[in-house]
């Protein structure tokens, strides 16, 4: 669904008849959380982090089925060695660890060595599973990455919360959501960034990154060579500081 409040949309159209039907639908928690009260005649629950490493190596398993089993098995090997630790307490997210799953069966590259480059897997892996209904060209996923990687910066470096982005800040640096292919319109078609409410103290839309690592990764990206940008992912306190 294209609109930017798809919940709120899907209730509008659960009317008549259909309302009266079994619905189940699924949702991200920040699109559950954008949308509150839009479907509160809806029972409603929350996907829980895996436990590793049964939940986890059982949902490899599942995914590899009738796919690629040696496949799975291999990532299963390769996950569970002990200094994959960091990855290991990333996947037990089942977003991420379904992103791990897709980007591991359409590629022979292995697993990356930090962080920051399952996220950059994970971003690339994105834009695959989008392309149907939201196409972008090469050209204006680098424009989207500086727009990101500038907003990125501005946000860490700011004093109030650097994961809750007032819609003044985003709108220049991104420009007009209203417009179409701006880099604001695309980010929330995208989900990379997502609307949370209202701020209280100025009553305008705030807005929030995706996941908190990506943020981290735009900025490093921006600013830092490898090398640094390596240093800088395994010691957070240096990134928080914007160093």
Not at 200 to 216: L, P, W
Request: with cysteine; aromatic share 12%.
């Amino acid at each position: 669904m294209s609109s930017l409040q798809p919940l709120t949309e899907i209730s509008q159209q659960l009317t008549g008849w259909v309302k009266n039907a079994r619905v189940v639908l699924t949702c991200r928690v920040n699109v559950w959380e954008a949308n509150a009260g839009a479907l509160e005649n809806f029972k409603t629950y929350r996907l829980l982090n895996f436990e590793y490493p049964q939940q986890v190596q059982e949902f490899i398993g599942r995914w590899f089925h009738n796919k690629d089993a040696d496949k799975g098995e291999k990532l299963w090997q390769e996950l569970d060695k002990p200094e994959r630790q960091r990855i290991q307490d990333l996947v037990k997210n089942p977003l991420r660890l379904a992103l791990l799953c897709s980007t591991w069966q359409g590629s022979d590259k292995g697993l990356p060595e930090t962080k920051a480059g399952l996220y950059q897997q994970f971003v690339e892996e994105v834009y695959k599973w989008k392309e149907n209904r939201f196409p972008t060209t090469e050209q204006q996923q680098e424009e989207l990455k500086a727009a990101l990687g500038r907003l990125a910066k501005r946000a860490i470096d700011q004093e109030t919360s650097r994961f809750r982005l007032t819609h003044k800040l985003v709108h220049k640096e991104l420009g007009d959501p209203k417009q179409e292919g701006s880099s604001f319109r695309l980010a929330l078609k995208l989900g990379w960034l997502n609307e949370v409410g209202l701020a209280a103290e100025s009553a305008t839309n705030d807005f929030k990154r995706f996941d908190n690592c990506y943020q981290v990764i735009w900025k490093c990206a921006q600013s830092m060579a490898y090398p640094a940008f390596y240093q800088a992912w395994h010691q957070q306190e240096k990134v928080k500081n914007g160093e």
